[in-house]
């Protein structure tokens, strides 16, 4: 059984920046690849960035590319995601979820693939 707990939300005026993490427990081998995900009020959960915990290998969404940074510390099986020159259309509940290996093959990124989510966290950023 995969556990996941987010943490480091919170708000924010434009232009600031945030850092999530997400610690993780259980299998291995069923979360190596780590994804972030948002949904905002009203809108489908979206894809933000994924990372490969193996061999590192990251895929951003086009909205934040340049501006989010995702890494992974797995002595202390952790993801994180760096979140610079924040947005208002940023704001959303931010969710940890783990697939196996071969969907961050994908180029496809999908919240359907991801087996095990967090509780999610709120980011909110004013203009």
């Known amino acids: 059984q995969l556990q996941l707990v987010e943490s480091g939300g919170g708000s924010v005026q434009a232009g600031g920046s945030l850092r999530l993490s997400c610690a993780a427990s259980g299998d291995s081998s069923r979360r190596r690849c780590m994804g972030w995900f948002r949904q905002a009020p009203g809108k489908e959960r979206e894809g933000v960035a994924r990372?490969?915990?193996?061999?590192?290998?990251?895929f951003y969404a086009d909205s934040v590319k340049g501006r989010f940074i995702i890494s992974r510390d797995n002595t202390k099986n952790t993801v994180f995601l760096q979140m610079n020159i924040l947005k208002p259309e940023d704001t959303a509940m931010y969710y940890c979820?783990?697939?196996?290996?071969?969907?961050?093959?994908?180029?496809?990124?999908?919240?359907?693939?991801?087996?095990?989510w967090g509780q999610g966290t709120q980011v909110t950023v004013s203009s």
């Open positions: 979820a783990a697939a196996g290996p071969f969907y961050c093959s994908l180029i496809d990124f999908l919240s359907d693939d991801y087996h095990a």
């Open positions: 990372i490969h915990t193996d061999s590192g290998a990251t």
